[in-house]
């Protein structure tokens, strides 16, 4: 089993997704992961899809009213216990209740403190409330067009929120790494803008207008059962593959303007909706044979649900997407836990005597759940 985070305890205190999608992977890497969760839980569990579910798998729960007299003691007891710490506040907010790094590096000097946020910690947009749609727009990622017609268009996966996560992870792994060699821990400041700005600039700085980086025989394109196709026929040697494969069907797709690569893109227009026809008279699983008989880059536009029957039959959620010595990982078998439902197994790991425990309930630091 490859877990090389075993042993390593994560506090996360971050609700929704940026935070959690970060502590997922460290899960996936072997970690123990405990999320401290407020009265009424992560705002995540509330929300009407499969969002909290998906990416709180194997996780404890530990449920604290940060606001209650006597939390900010009880924390700092209990974060001298853990390796690493992921918050997901507002800027200032982890200050006010006595858990930012400054704080907890009290109980444990060498903690590896993670805050991220949408903007950062500090700057003039710190204090900015936003959504992954508008830390995507201000980190570039939405000014170029994501296909050949028609204006930019917002994406359907989150993608500065799960960059952020990612990103935010890599540098844990990264401090952690740092610190079985120097001892010294760390505090870690992930922006979800500059992830997605990070994303965005690996095309260079082109300006937003171009369409340099758009390819009229690379999109999607409707079916005539009503599916969706995505296909990426960019390489001459592919292209021509594909016009052969179709036979007469393709003697239009032929033309001289459509020779190479930079003659499709000159003549992209007249291309796309010429592609755009051809399409619509075929069913989806008809394209698929052909793709497959021929060894061509066209691929039918899948939900989740249908992306993971194909991928890991069975299986609840998907795995960590790297595979090790040619194994692929294992995902959480636990599903995503009740609210607080770990809180007296963590509780009394500290070490707590019963009236003390009876004590912080009676404050509201340990609601009832």
């Not at 569990?45 to 007299?69: E, T, V």
């Not at 032929?254 to 619509?280: C, E, I, V």
């Not at 500290?350 to 509201?364: I, K, P, R």
Request: net charge neutral.
């Amino acid at each position: 089993m490859f877990a090389p985070l075993a042993g390593v305890r994560v506090l996360e205190l971050a609700p929704f997704l940026p935070g959690p999608f970060a502590g997922a992977q460290l899960l996936a890497l072997g970690a123990e992961v405990v999320k401290l969760e407020p009265p009424g839980g992560d705002p995540g569990r509330h929300l009407p899809d499969g969002l909290f579910a998906m990416n709180n798998r194997g996780k404890k729960s530990l449920c604290l009213d940060l606001k209650a007299p006597g939390a900010t003691q009880l924390v700092q007891r209990l974060v001298a216990g853990f390796d690493v710490v992921l918050e997901g506040f507002r800027p200032g907010v982890a200050k006010r209740l006595s858990v930012d790094y400054d704080s907890l590096r009290q109980a444990r000097p060498d903690i590896i403190y993670c805050s991220l946020s949408g903007f950062g910690q500090d700057g003039t947009r710190a204090q900015l409330p936003g959504h992954d749609l508008t830390y995507l727009a201000a980190g570039g990622a939405l000014a170029r067009a994501g296909h050949w017609q028609g204006p930019p268009r917002r994406l359907g996966v989150p993608v500065a929120d799960t960059a952020g996560g990612l990103f935010a992870a890599l540098a844990v792994v990264s401090a952690l790494l740092r610190r079985q060699t120097g001892g010294a821990g760390a505090y870690l400041d992930a922006s979800l803008t500059d992830a997605a700005l990070s994303l965005a600039a690996c095309r260079g700085l082109a300006a937003p207008e171009s369409r340099q980086h758009l390819h009229p025989a690379n999109d999607l394109f409707h079916c005539r059962d009503g599916g969706v196709i995505a296909v990426g026929l960019l390489e001459d040697h592919f292209f021509e593959a594909f016009v052969a494969a179709l036979g007469a069907a393709g003697t239009a797709l032929r033309h001289p303007d459509f020779a190479n690569m930079a003659s499709r893109q000159r003549n992209g227009d007249a291309l796309h909706s010429l592609l755009d026809r051809l399409m619509a008279t075929r069913d989806v699983a008809e394209w698929e044979a052909l793709a497959a008989a021929h060894k061509l880059p066209l691929a039918k536009v899948l939900n989740v649900s249908e992306a993971l029957a194909v991928q890991d039959p069975g299986v609840p959620a998907p795995a960590f997407p790297v595979r090790v010595d040619h194994q692929r990982l294992s995902a959480p078998l636990q599903s995503a836990p009740v609210l607080g439902a770990d809180s007296a197994q963590i509780l009394s790991g500290l070490g707590l005597d019963q009236s003390t425990l009876m004590a912080l309930h009676q404050a509201g630091v340990v609601p009832s759940t």
